[in-house]
């Protein structure tokens, strides 16, 4: 596939994103800016008219529903789907999924992707040669409880570098795709790990161009889900907004 | 409360979201199964080869479903809910029913920082008021063979008209 990033005639520097980067900074909302140079693949892909404010309308009040039929709960663990054990360090990832009154999102899909612990992704796209790990594929799937709680076993994602610029570097990170019970609700995201140095130079967190708005991807270490001899903990909350009316208050 | 912000899908989504069947809500043997079917294209007219499509819809007689069964169909079971990776040419591809007012569509592609929604209507009667005349036909499906085509421009002149929703992530 042909990145746009690839085509200019010179290859931009880490100095020359991070200054547009700085330009930009607290130019957007709580949400990423869609329109956002210093990531260049999406200088063709983002809209260049005004989003159409609507209601939803339909089934759009409604979402997808999955069931113990859809998801084994054995794919919450990423560490046992193959014959060995993944190398790198072995972590609980946990946390709750509400709306934006701090009602639970129950029983609903959430689906985690990631590189493994040597920031390598097991999509044949990824040509990083980094290895691969025979025992980890670094795909997973659950649904949340009656609480909206929500929680994977898996191994810390390494950094990895990507065409955007010269010696472009990305922050470690999972992938987190989730269904509330509308379906404008649908959120698809990435998690990041406290403290990663490379966060000022990532144009795709960047995107979000406030610091506080970023906070709210980066998950909190928490001793307490610490398994001795077994795993670290981070937890991480996620807000899906919406809906203002009920689903049976809509005709 | 602040909603958590989106962040894109990436280019490595697809073994991870991909899952067979995920684009065929019924059989094509189906005797009302219809083909939903377009190109996601980019602001200079290119395919888009890593995008997700997702599609939500009611059942034909407009009743919404709320079913499990979407990841491992049974070939029964009409959840209503199905997704599809664009392939090498940008094109995507559903086997569905037919619903009586429109397909409501999830867009996720690298280099989309955040997911879009849009319509795929099956007449111009149930297009918003709203939307500029002169983009109400990027709303539209195409009659073309036993299918409906719908291509999702993202961004250009004839780009497909995409939702927010006020009082979600807005």
């Given at each position: 596939m042909t990145d746009p990033a690839r085509r200019r005639p010179a290859e931009p520097s880490?100095?020359?994103v991070t200054a547009e980067i700085a330009a930009l900074g607290g130019s957007g909302g709580a949400q990423p800016r869609m329109d956002y140079p210093p990531y260049r693949s999406s200088l063709l892909r983002h809209p260049s008219k005004?989003?159409?404010q609507a209601d939803p309308e339909g089934v759009e009040w409604f979402a997808p529903m999955f069931g113990a039929q859809d998801v084994n709960p054995i794919e919450a663990d990423l560490t046992i789907q193959h014959r060995g054990v993944p190398i790198g360090e072995r972590l609980t990832?946990?946390?709750?999924v509400s709306d934006g009154d701090g009602r639970p999102v129950a029983h609903q899909l959430l689906e985690v992707w990631q590189a493994n612990a040597a920031g390598r992704y097991i999509h044949q796209g990824d040509q990083h040669p980094a290895p691969l790990d025979p025992n980890f594929t670094g795909a997973g799937r659950c649904l949340t409880d009656s609480d909206g709680c929500y929680r994977f076993t898996t191994v810390k994602p390494g950094p990895y570098p990507w065409g955007n610029h010269r010696n472009a570097w990305r922050p470690a990170h999972i992938h987190f795709s989730l269904f509330g019970s509308a379906f404008p609700q649908r959120l698809v995201t990435q998690m990041y790990f406290p403290g990663d140095p490379l966060f000022p130079y990532d144009p795709i967190l960047q995107a979000i161009t406030g610091a506080r708005d970023r906070e709210?991807?980066?998950?909190?270490y928490d001793h307490d889900l610490t398994i001795p001899q077994i795993s670290t903990g981070y937890r991480w909350d996620v807000v899906l907004t919406g809906p203002r009316r009920t689903p049976t208050e809509q005709s | 409360m602040t909603g958590t912000p989106g962040q894109t899908v990436g280019p490595f989504f697809e073994y991870a979201l991909a899952y067979p069947g995920g684009s065929e809500l019924v059989p094509r043997s189906d005797p009302g199964a219809v083909r939903l079917f377009g190109r996601v294209l980019d602001g200079a007219g290119d395919p888009v080869p890593d995008a997700l499509i997702e599609i939500w819809q009611p059942a034909p007689d407009g009743?919404?479903?709320q079913r499990a069964g979407s990841l491992h169909r049974d070939g029964w079971t009409f959840t209503g809910w199905g997704r599809c990776a664009t392939d090498d040419a940008g094109q995507y591809g559903f086997t569905t029913l037919a619903p009586p007012?429109?397909?409501?569509i999830a867009v996720f592609a690298r280099g989309l920082l955040d997911r879009l929604f849009t319509r795929a209507y099956l007449t111009s009667d149930d297009v918003p008021l709203s939307i500029p005349d002169d983009r109400r036909a990027s709303l539209i499906v195409g009659r073309e063979g036993a299918g409906y085509r719908f291509d999702i421009r993202l961004q250009g002149e004839d780009e497909t008209v995409f939702?927010?929703?006020?009082?979600y992530r807005d």
């Open positions: 880490q100095a020359g005004a989003l159409q990832v946990t946390g709750r709210r991807l980066i998950a909190t | 009743s919404v479903v007012s429109f397909w409501s939702f927010s929703f006020p009082g």
